[in-house]
């Protein structure tokens, strides 16, 4: 079953605007949290934020914050004073059920974000 | 900061040679998982480890794959005979237990199989 829906095709934006990458997520469970990760070119996979389903504040890391909306099942990143180091591959990723030793994530397909200078 | 380690960078193998991938996760971690990106494609888990023991497997985690822990810093997963579809980007990851037990991911490994 799809977890986790990013439907986006590649985002642009102009450097030092805000932008929103869509993410929606399918689980039944009330326990659970939510990832976005940043992969540029490089490769590797970078921890942005992450977002509870108990938390009734929406989660924020600097230029990062999450706009989630529980009964719509999203969580958006948005990303604001974008710059041209943002360009990569962003993925959301959900952990079903509480944290503990089970904690795998389920990733979405990823959307790519270029910033125009 | 800490940081989780992998080597190497990039394996080429022949079809049917084994190989294994090292990960040194964050040291005071204590959850571990591997994961891999086929070229273009989502990040799939394929296990996660926890006290020297699986916690849970992927069914794309068959038995030609295994995991150790041999000592207390390095964490292996180990390839008995490669297929083409073996070809991937596999990451190590590893988190400690806390209320978001967020999970640090390596830089990757890239393991070419021809």
């Known amino acids: 079953a799809q977890k986790i829906t990013q439907t986006q095709p590649g985002m642009f934006v102009q450097e030092k605007e805000a932008v929103t990458l869509d993410c929606t997520y399918d689980t039944s469970d009330q326990s659970y949290g939510l990832f976005w990760y940043k992969q540029p070119s490089s490769g590797e996979m970078i921890f942005l934020i992450y977002?509870?389903?108990?938390?009734?504040q929406n989660a924020t890391e600097g230029r990062y914050s999450l706009n989630f909306q529980k009964a719509r099942k999203s969580a958006n990143l948005v990303i604001s004073a974008s710059q041209l180091g943002d360009s990569a591959m962003y993925f959301c990723?959900?952990?079903?059920?509480?944290?503990?030793?089970?904690?795998?994530?389920?990733f979405g397909k990823g959307i790519t974000l270029s910033v125009r200078p | 900061e800490p940081e989780v380690t992998q080597t190497p960078s990039h394996q080429v193998t022949q079809m049917g040679q084994e190989v294994i991938l090292r990960c040194v996760p964050i040291?005071?971690?204590?959850?571990f998982y591997w994961y891999r990106q086929i070229l273009g494609q989502k990040v799939e888990f394929l296990v996660s480890?926890?006290?020297?023991?699986?916690?849970?497997k992927s069914e794309i985690f068959d038995d030609q794959f295994s995991v150790e822990r041999p000592d207390g810093s390095n964490f292996t997963l180990k390839i008995r005979s490669t297929k083409l579809e073996d070809s991937a980007m596999y990451f190590c990851a590893s988190s400690y237990h806390r209320s978001t037990d967020t999970q640090y991911f390596g830089p990757g490994t890239r393991l070419t199989v021809l």
């Open positions: 040291s005071n971690h204590l959850y």
């Open positions: 480890f926890y006290n020297n023991e699986i916690s849970e």
């Open positions: 977002q509870g389903s108990y938390d009734e």
């Open positions: 990723a959900i952990r079903i059920g509480p944290a503990g030793a089970n904690s795998k994530l389920t």
